[in-house]
């Protein structure tokens, strides 16, 4: 009969009859994928209920929500999490997982996972939080503040979020990404609180963030009370490296002086405040740094210490983390409304000398280079014929090329083929292997680089 097929190992009659008698095991009620280093990390909750026919699961890969998915796993999954360490850098994979029985027959699907892996390779993401404005002043509109920064990130590779359009940001929209510039440029639409905890994740892989806000205690921590302090244990203190937070109302700023010296200078683009606040901006708060952390801005404005509209001169605005772990630099007023060429000062010796991002020229010329050497799972695995294998090359000082090979092994060690003999330049590099001439089974790669040497399993399934 037709559906008598070689992938479903049991009988046509058994088939037929677990069909017609409908003992499909029941499908799981409850599916995560979650984004880890070059991984993702997947957990389900299957019905316990009256269900006694479970043997295990079997996790399914796709690019697409309702396309193809390809098997992932080799053997049935007896437990009820599984680590996808295939997921190629800067990708969305769809993921369903279908119970299986003794017989081998799999449930529906009736749930689907989405994630790309944690990866720190994909350049700059900026967020934008900002509300379409109408175009007057200190209401811009969304393509007015999308032209501004596009202009101040113009030496570097970026991609865009507006969270309006797009939606909140997950630990996979962000984690892809060295850097995450997150802007607002109104002091309503404050959204970033609603990440937050995406946003302590991506931190703790070692990202590096630039926010630019209006009220950042607001858009953080969702304050509205003044004077705010932040202990450990608190996200502000623990994350930001904020420790406190103050702003005093009718107080007008003007400039944002440089406490540090490798900062420059920020004033007031007088083309885009009201002439009614004698073009400066309100609604400025001060954030003081916490222990590690330091500030490197401090407000100033024209108006005397002594008037109420500057009795916040010389309070801190800016707060700089660069630590080993990860590192944010948080200024607390938004750049839009800042000189443009000295936004883009400070955005440039922002992403180059705190952040070690490098330039679009540099990335033309180095292919993006990757920070470290990585031999990654093939995909699709298993395979059948083809799989592409994926490794990275860090550039070094001593030189911008190694001697590299790939190789292909049997499971007893012998060498089935070179894919890779020659020198190689920094970069990230894919190779196919095509093994249509092989048998079914599991097959070693290995890469050796310089002194790296990685080795990793694939199974061809004929």
Same mark, same amino acid.
């Given at each position: 009969?037709?559906?008598?097929?070689?992938?479903?190992?049991?009988?046509?009659?058994?088939?037929?009859? &677990?069909?017609?008698?409908?003992?499909?095991?029941?499908?799981?009620?409850?599916? $995560? &994928?979650?984004?880890?280093?070059?991984?993702?990390?997947?957990?389900?909750?299957?019905?316990?209920?009256?269900?006694?026919?479970?043997? *295990?699961?079997? !996790? =399914?890969?796709?690019?697409?929500? #309702? +396309?193809?998915?390809?098997?992932?796993?080799?053997?049935?999954?007896?437990?009820?999490?599984?680590?996808?360490?295939?997921?190629?850098?800067?990708?969305?994979?769809?993921?369903?997982?279908?119970?299986?029985?003794?017989?081998?027959?799999?449930?529906?699907?009736?749930?689907?996972?989405?994630?790309?892996?944690?990866? #720190?390779? @994909?350049?700059?993401?900026?967020?934008?939080?900002?509300?379409?404005?109408?175009?007057?002043?200190?209401?811009?509109?969304?393509?007015?503040?999308?032209?501004?920064?596009?202009?101040?990130?113009?030496?570097?590779?970026?991609?865009?979020?507006?969270?309006?359009?797009?939606?909140?940001?997950?630990?996979?929209?962000?984690? &892809?990404?060295? $850097?995450?510039?997150?802007?607002?440029?109104?002091?309503?639409?404050?959204?970033?609180? %609603?990440?937050?905890?995406?946003?302590? %994740?991506?931190?703790?892989?070692?990202?590096?963030?630039?926010?630019?806000?209006?009220?950042?205690?607001?858009?953080?921590?969702?304050?509205?009370?003044?004077?705010?302090?932040?202990?450990?244990?608190?996200?502000?203190?623990?994350?930001?490296?904020?420790?406190?937070?103050?702003?005093?109302?009718?107080?007008?700023?003007?400039?944002? %002086?440089?406490?540090?010296?490798?900062?420059?200078?920020?004033?007031?683009?007088?083309?885009?405040?009201?002439?009614?606040?004698?073009?400066?901006?309100?609604?400025?708060?001060?954030?003081?740094?916490?222990?590690?952390?330091?500030? !490197? =801005?401090?407000?100033?404005? @024209?108006?005397?210490?002594?008037?109420?509209?500057?009795?916040?001169?010389?309070?801190?605005?800016?707060?700089?983390?660069? +630590?080993?772990?990860?590192?944010?630099? $948080?200024?607390?007023?938004?750049?839009?409304?800042?000189?443009?060429?000295?936004?883009?000062?400070?955005?440039?010796?922002?992403?180059?000398?705190?952040?070690?991002?490098? $330039?679009?020229?540099?990335?033309?010329?180095?292919?993006?280079?990757?920070?470290?050497?990585?031999?990654?799972?093939?995909?699709?695995?298993?395979?059948?014929?083809?799989?592409? !294998?994926?490794?990275?090359?860090?550039?070094?000082?001593?030189?911008?090329?190694?001697?590299?090979?790939?190789?292909?092994?049997?499971?007893? *060690?012998?060498?089935?083929?070179?894919?890779?003999?020659?020198?190689?330049?920094?970069?990230?590099?894919?190779?196919?292997?095509?093994?249509?001439?092989?048998?079914?089974?599991?097959?070693?790669?290995?890469?050796? &680089?310089?002194?790296?040497?990685?080795?990793?399993?694939?199974?061809?399934?004929?």
């Amino acid at each position: 009969m037709a559906y008598c097929t070689e992938v479903v190992k049991i009988t046509c009659a058994t088939l037929i009859s &677990a069909i017609e008698s409908n003992v499909l095991p029941k499908p799981i009620y409850k599916l $995560t &994928a979650e984004p880890k280093l070059h991984s993702i990390e997947l957990t389900w909750s299957p019905y316990t209920y009256g269900e006694t026919r479970y043997y *295990g699961f079997n !996790i =399914y890969r796709g690019l697409t929500q #309702l +396309g193809e998915k390809t098997k992932v796993n080799i053997g049935v999954i007896k437990d009820t999490i599984f680590v996808d360490n295939g997921a190629q850098n800067g990708i969305y994979y769809f993921y369903e997982v279908k119970a299986v029985d003794s017989l081998g027959m799999e449930s529906i699907v009736n749930k689907i996972a989405k994630a790309r892996a944690i990866s #720190l390779d @994909q350049g700059v993401l900026v967020v934008d939080e900002t509300r379409d404005g109408t175009g007057v002043i200190t209401n811009p509109t969304d393509e007015q503040v999308d032209i501004f920064y596009t202009q101040l990130l113009s030496n570097f590779n970026k991609k865009d979020w507006d969270v309006t359009k797009d939606g909140d940001v997950t630990l996979s929209d962000i984690g &892809a990404f060295s $850097t995450v510039f997150w802007h607002g440029n109104d002091d309503a639409n404050l959204l970033a609180f %609603k990440s937050k905890e995406d946003i302590k %994740k991506y931190l703790s892989f070692g990202g590096k963030l630039l926010l630019d806000s209006y009220l950042p205690s607001k858009t953080l921590a969702g304050n509205s009370l003044y004077k705010v302090d932040y202990n450990a244990g608190d996200f502000m203190y623990d994350i930001f490296k904020i420790k406190g937070a103050e702003r005093k109302l009718n107080t007008f700023f003007f400039s944002a %002086k440089s406490i540090d010296s490798t900062y420059n200078l920020l004033e007031v683009d007088t083309t885009k405040t009201a002439s009614n606040l004698n073009f400066h901006l309100k609604n400025i708060e001060s954030i003081s740094a916490a222990p590690g952390a330091k500030e !490197i =801005y401090s407000y100033d404005t @024209q108006y005397d210490s002594a008037a109420s509209q500057g009795s916040m001169k010389g309070m801190p605005v800016g707060v700089e983390y660069l +630590g080993d772990d990860y590192k944010v630099i $948080t200024i607390s007023f938004p750049l839009y409304y800042i000189k443009q060429d000295q936004a883009q000062a400070f955005v440039q010796n922002t992403m180059l000398n705190k952040f070690n991002e490098v $330039t679009a020229v540099e990335n033309e010329d180095k292919k993006v280079l990757p920070t470290k050497y990585y031999l990654y799972q093939n995909y699709p695995n298993p395979f059948n014929p083809t799989t592409k !294998i994926n490794y990275s090359l860090p550039f070094i000082e001593s030189g911008n090329n190694v001697f590299v090979e790939l190789k292909i092994f049997d499971v007893l *060690g012998r060498e089935i083929s070179t894919l890779v003999n020659e020198k190689k330049n920094a970069g990230s590099y894919q190779v196919e292997f095509n093994a249509h001439n092989l048998p079914s089974g599991i097959y070693l790669y290995r890469l050796s &680089a310089g002194n790296f040497v990685s080795t990793k399993k694939m199974i061809l399934m004929k």
